[in-house]
């Protein structure tokens, strides 16, 4: 059975870090890239970074870019996303999602085959 499980959510004030964590199981890591995306209430889902496993490429939205870090460890099967320097507008549900692919993109969503339930980052100002 495929799963994605994301932790590491909760309420932080501004300027301040958390850091996520999907662990992945049920299919081949070295294979897959994995995305992180978020969506706030009343707004579209966006991707934020992903990871390719096997060539640990990485791609980041612009508004991520410096604070955001995503790293993979295939050894636990996870993937993170360390979050710096947290912003009001980055609340949201973070979800990781799956694609099996050597690259990674966070263009397109509709290419991500398998994905979390989410965790919920809340930032206050």
């Known amino acids: 059975e495929v799963q994605l499980v994301e932790s590491g959510g909760g309420l932080v004030q501004a300027g301040e870090s958390l850091r996520l964590s999907c662990a992945v199981s049920?299919?081949?890591?070295?294979?897959?890239?994995i995305g992180w995306f978020r969506q706030a209430p009343g707004k579209e889902r966006e991707g934020v970074s992903c990871?390719?496993?096997?060539?640990?490429?990485?791609n980041y939205a612009d508004f991520v870019k410096g604070r955001f870090t995503i790293s993979s460890d295939s050894a636990k099967n996870t993937v993170y996303l360390q979050m710096n320097s947290l912003k009001p507008e980055d609340t949201a549900v973070y979800y990781c999602?799956?694609?099996?692919?050597?690259?990674?993109?966070?263009?397109?969503?509709?290419?991500?085959?398998?994905w979390g339930q989410g965790t919920q980052v809340a930032v206050s100002s």
């Open positions: 049920g299919f081949s890591f070295d294979d897959y890239a």
């Open positions: 990871v390719s496993a096997r060539t640990e490429i990485t």
């Open positions: 999602a799956a694609e099996r692919t050597s690259y990674c993109s966070i263009t397109t969503m509709t290419t991500y085959d398998y």
